[in-house]
């Protein structure tokens, strides 16, 4: 077994995410990423200048090259697979981050609750068509998405928002008892419940970010990795992104690394995320007879309802991925106790499971809002999309696509999603002692209440 070290890198104390090795897991050893591309050299001008070369900032490339003719160039740090675009579990969902969609409705109203959950519902078929389109081999699972009820109370939970669901946003989301999921998906021993969604799947997310970055080379656009910028001036409109050997003069800019941008960039998004570790173990694959003392019958993709979720899917080889929460600050990352964390807690809910080893374990940073909803936006030349929550791998493609819309002046949704900046962070040096505060009051609720 090996535990990832290479998660050095903390958004909020680090001040560039340069000269970083790649993050070993599970994904990194079922593809080879082949050599970089050319890192920037010179002096480039372009319409627009991407930072950051995971899903979003290559999907955006993609768009605005294929669907609008923009010249568009991708910055990268590192190589293209660094951060959370390789380090996720390749869960494909219709999420909403930590906002469900009936709180949705009561800060907002219905009709935007009904909008966010339609572009949430396009993010997963976009995915889904850009991987039928391109012929991404990405190992795309059976289609389905549980939600566990950690305790009765969440099971209520559940059963209301499928109420929810089916009478206000017209999709089907079943309410399986315990004695159902016990029949047909899984023996999860801390159970009383679940909530299922039709949609919704699982992937191998580094294949899939290969495939997007293929897709952008065939258009033409330059990739330039191990390029960070150093520097960015912006003078009468111009914006100048400086790195250690070239330099990009671009009019418009946008800043896509989400949880891995560094905490000083430029003003337009300093302060306005939270990034929050997550990590992840695979198991051995899993013989026949452990299957079957694990009554796992599905290869949909799990998560459960605890304020510190944890989520996991059955792998094609028979490998059981579960993940949750990791350290709060990065130089803790690699901490024994946060691997030991994961497999007790796999255990709690798997027993057979519990003299299992374990084969990989890795970390990385996802970003959260302070509203708890992700914000793609743009404003004077200078674009964002921040704040995924763990549901990255589908929204990002709507993301994408809709900033591509944004920054050449095509109407998108007037919805908070893409029409209100991400809210800074007040007292913005005390984000982690927020965090702190907000795990240990989720342990409490998890364990209590």
Not at 308 to 317: E, M, S, T
Not at 336 to 356: D, S
């Amino acid at each position: 077994m090996f535990n990832s070290q290479s998660e050095q890198f903390d958004p909020l104390v680090a001040t560039s995410p340069k000269r970083l090795p790649q993050c070993r897991s599970y994904w990194s050893d079922t593809i080879d990423i082949g050599a970089a591309t050319s890192s920037l050299t010179k002096s480039v001008h372009t319409d627009v200048a991407i930072i950051g070369g995971g899903y979003t900032g290559l999907l955006t490339a993609y768009y605005l090259a294929k669907h609008h003719q923009v010249d568009v160039c991708v910055l990268e740090a590192n190589r293209v697979g660094f951060g959370a675009s390789a380090r996720n579990a390749g869960f494909v969902l219709k999420g909403s981050g930590r906002l469900g969609y009936s709180q949705m409705a009561k800060r907002w109203d219905l009709d935007t609750a009904k909008g966010i959950y339609s572009e949430f519902s396009e993010a997963v078929s976009r995915v889904k068509r850009l991987i039928e389109e391109h012929h991404i081999d990405c190992e795309p699972q059976s289609k389905g998405y549980l939600k566990i009820a950690h305790n009765a109370k969440a099971m209520a939970q559940l059963e209301g928002s499928a109420n929810f669901i089916g009478k206000y946003l017209g999709d089907d989301a079943q309410v399986l008892s315990l004695s159902q999921l016990k029949a047909d998906y899984m023996d999860h021993k801390q159970a009383f419940g679940a909530l299922r969604i039709n949609d919704g799947f699982g992937i191998n997310p580094l294949k899939l970010l290969m495939g997007y970055k293929t897709m952008v080379e065939r258009q033409g656009v330059p990739v330039f990795e191990q390029t960070c910028v150093e520097s960015w001036i912006e003078e009468n409109g111009i914006h100048r992104l400086i790195s250690t050997s070239g330099e990009v003069i671009a009019n418009k800019v946008v800043t896509l690394g989400n949880g891995y941008t560094p905490k000083r960039l430029n003003s337009a998004v300093d302060s306005r995320f939270l990034p929050i570790l997550s990590n992840i173990v695979v198991t051995q694959p899993l013989s026949t007879q452990e299957l079957a003392a694990s009554g796992l019958n599905t290869r949909e993709v799990v998560m459960d309802t605890r304020v510190l979720k944890y989520y996991y899917r059955l792998l094609p080889d028979n490998r059981l991925l579960f993940g949750g929460r990791g350290a709060i600050f990065g130089r803790d990352a690699n901490k024994p106790i946060y691997q030991q964390r994961l497999k007790f807690a796999l255990t709690q809910c798997f027993p057979a499971l519990k003299n299992k080893g374990i084969d990989y374990n890795w970390n990385g940073w996802i970003a959260a809002t302070l509203d708890d909803v992700p914000h793609v936006y743009l404003k004077n030349g200078i674009g964002y999309s921040l704040g995924y929550c763990g549901v990255g791998v589908s929204f990002s493609a709507q993301a994408a696509f809709r900033l591509a819309q944004q920054i050449v002046g095509k109407p998108v949704p007037q919805l908070p999603l893409y029409n209100t900046p991400a809210p800074k962070f007040p007292a913005a040096g005390l984000r982690r002692l927020g965090q702190w505060s907000y795990y240990h009051y989720g342990w409490l609720k998890d364990r209590y209440f």
